[in-house]
């Protein structure tokens, strides 16, 4: 676990891989809040955290999700059943999917697979409708007198917010912001890959979206994938100019029945290339073992977002 300004970042272990998916602690006056959650097999690393740190399970007031996908969401009803004041904190599209998981369980179980769904998600639980705050645009969740402002930042997921913390001006960014995987780092800074999502990616929401964190001036932003980043306008212009370059490697291979095996063939091209000119060593090789998965749901967004431009 790192830790500055009152932040400690916990590594949730999701998918078994290290420094792969991140959430954050956050305490001030003695309280404390939980950004983001990881999936049922996260939260003893959440819990022990708070031991880590001293505080009670008592002690936490919130739970802030940017948005309910499993990676940042599944472990929720678990988690909450843990921290009797708590309540959770969501964007209004994705407070039903809270008090009543089902819709997503079944969504991903087809997805991944039955088995393969209970071996990295369990049984998701429901949180009560009582403790669920819905959090549209502007709304600020009190932690002790330390506000943190919920911006709706479609792009990746329209039930997607990112959480603003005046107190160190950082951003939380859930997946908008990209990703930047410390094994990709060099003397040049972080490196970034914009995510999409499979059903939900809108490149112009996406840039909107950046320009509005970038727009607060941060002194740093963290990434759920992972960890905290500075640097924050060199990495905002670069998440952009790589959107438009997404989008025209998708409209160049659109067509034909090998679509995706030849999107996925670009991006991989373009990211190797792009991580090559960042100082990556042996970048050919190391790009596609790290971004594989990346680069997979990439490529799906960027075909659900053609074939809807196209309805």
Known sequence: MARDAGITTIDTGYGERPRFCAAYLVEHAGRAAFIDCGSNDSVPRLLAALEARGLAREA??????????????????????ELPNARLVVHPRGARHMIDPSKLAAGAAAVYGEAEFARHYGTLLPVPASRVVEAPDGHVVDLAGRP?????TPGHARHHIAVWDATSRSWFSGDIFGLAYPELATAQGAFVVPTTSPVQFDPDEMRASVRRLLAEQPLAVYLTHYGRVDEVARLGADLIEQVDAMVALARGCDGGSDRHARLVDALTAFYVERARRHGVVDAAAVVPRLLALDIELNAQGLEVWLDRARS
Do not use: E, K, P, S
């Open 60 to 81: 936490v007031d919130w739970l802030v999700l940017t948005h309910v996908h499993l990676d940042h969401a599944g472990g929720a009803g678990t988690l909450m059943r």
């Open 148 to 152: 943190l402002l919920c911006a709706d």
